[in-house]
């Protein structure tokens, strides 16, 4: 994957969300002087099966596994203390060595309790699907010039001032939502001094590191959360969560400059799923939508909720593909499509005299289309001890070939299970 032309690499879900990215960053972290997390915060899960071990990384980069390879949380992610504290205590106590290779940016915004409790309470939230982790108000907070950071921990006197703008902006939505429930001022405050320490212990000028870590000839994993369909500029706006998930957004949420990175891989699962509201034009239909739910264990990472299901969506991820500017593709989950007796991809929109095969920014003309599909003969026999190419049946790779004929990008990587040895590495992989 890393050679002398990419050092730098930036790994985007290409769909919306729940790609399987977590096991791909696992896998390329071994080849990784450093992964660094630039968007998001506790509203992602990326699920990493050591086989033995399953862990669900929220904040903290999958790279942690990895004993060696630096880990980092850019400023572009907006952090749950609480959660990170949870995090570490948890991958300390499975024999994880997290000293002295965890960095947060002290530019970083922190998501607070006070965030969680508008994300709860507004009815906004609830209409999008929100995961309820506070992300949107955090935000929120941030581009109002209202948000607290992690240098904020440094000056106790300032901290006070700069809490009290949050929280009386918070109570304010409270009480125009008719909530009953308030932050607290002084609490909040309390309960940042007490965390501040152990905090302020991992701060780091994370954009200063990671520089002078390319400089020096590293390898650097950038990891994306959530995925394209979710950017809250280039996804089903409103539905998409508050942050630029897409690869522009590694820059700026690392602290990088753009001209640093040289390739973006993208993750996609052999079918789509969404979890929250909003456009899925590919969405199965009952039964097939419980089938393929069991199937692939298609529930929330970190919320549990069921996630939605649909066929492979080609005009979505071409999509994805340039506003990412993929240069290899990923595609997970395989496995799922093996005991069907057809499969279909989905390669344009029909509208009233045609087919569209961009993918439009306005979800009320979405509406008026339906999905054109290609159908392929299922393959019927299990996928899941693939290491090569040539152990998949042959209708499995006429499905891949395909896929990688109308995105226009190389299939880098075949997931086919959850483990981590449950990978086709395929011919050119290193130069994705
Ligand atoms: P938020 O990020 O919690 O504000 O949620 C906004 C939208 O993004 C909702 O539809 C969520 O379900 C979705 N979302 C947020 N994080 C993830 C994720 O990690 N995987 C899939 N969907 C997500």
């Not at 060696?68 to 570490?88: K, M, Q, S, Y």
Request: charged share 25%; glycine share 10%; net charge negative.
């Amino acid at each position: 994957m890393f050679d002398s032309e990419t050092r730098t690499l930036v790994v985007v879900g290409a769909q919306w969300g729940d790609e399987g990215k977590g096991k791909l960053v696992d896998v390329l972290a071994e080849r990784a002087d450093w992964v660094v997390r630039y968007q998001g915060g506790a509203n992602a899960g990326h699920t990493v099966d050591l086989g033995t071990t399953c862990f669900i990384l929220q904040q903290i980069p999958s790279g942690i596994l990895h004993s060696g390879v630096r880990c980092a949380i850019g400023n572009g992610v907006v952090l749950d203390p609480e959660t990170l504290f949870t995090e570490i205590d948890r991958l300390v106590k499975s024999g994880i060595d997290v000293e002295g290779r965890l960095y947060v940016s002290d530019r970083a915004h922190l998501v607070l309790p006070y965030h969680k409790l508008v994300d709860a309470e507004s009815s906004a939230s609830r209409a999008i699907g929100t995961t309820g982790r506070g992300i949107g108000p955090a935000y929120e907070d941030k581009v109002a010039r209202r948000g607290v950071r992690v240098l904020d921990l440094r000056h106790p006197r300032h901290l006070h001032e700069v809490v009290s703008r949050g929280v009386d902006h918070a109570n304010a939505l409270l009480a125009h939502f008719g909530s009953a429930r308030r932050a607290a001022v002084d609490d909040t405050v309390a309960a940042l001094e007490a965390i501040a320490p152990r905090l302020l212990a991992l701060a780091d000028d994370v954009g200063l590191s990671v520089h002078q870590a390319i400089e020096s000839g590293a390898t650097v994993l950038m990891e994306g959360a959530q995925g394209s369909l979710l950017d809250v500029d280039h996804g089903t706006y409103p539905f998409v969560t508050s942050s630029n998930t897409t690869s522009g957004g590694a820059a700026t949420g690392a602290g990088i400059a753009p001209t640093a990175i040289d390739a973006v891989l993208g993750v996609v699962k052999a079918y789509t799923t969404r979890v929250g509201n909003g456009p899925l034009p590919t969405e199965f239909a009952e039964p097939l939508a419980t089938r393929m739910r069991d199937l692939g264990h298609e529930y929330g990472a970190v919320t549990g909720r069921p996630r939605r299901c649909g066929w492979f969506d080609a005009v979505v991820v071409r999509y994805a593909a340039r506003v990412n500017g993929l240069s290899g593709l990923a595609v997970t989950k395989l496995d799922v499509l093996d005991t069907l007796d057809r499969v279909a991809i989905c390669t344009g929109y029909q509208v009233a005299g045609g087919v569209h095969t961009e993918f439009p920014g306005d979800l009320v003309a979405l509406e008026d289309t339906a999905p054109q599909y290609e159908w392929f003969e299922g393959w019927q026999r299990s996928t899941a001890d693939a290491r090569r190419v040539d152990d998949l049946p042959p209708a499995a790779r006429r499905y891949l070939d395909r896929i990688e004929e109308l995105i226009e990008a190389p299939i880098r990587f075949v997931s086919v299970g959850t483990r981590r040895d449950q990978i086709i590495e395929l011919a050119g992989a290193a130069r994705v």
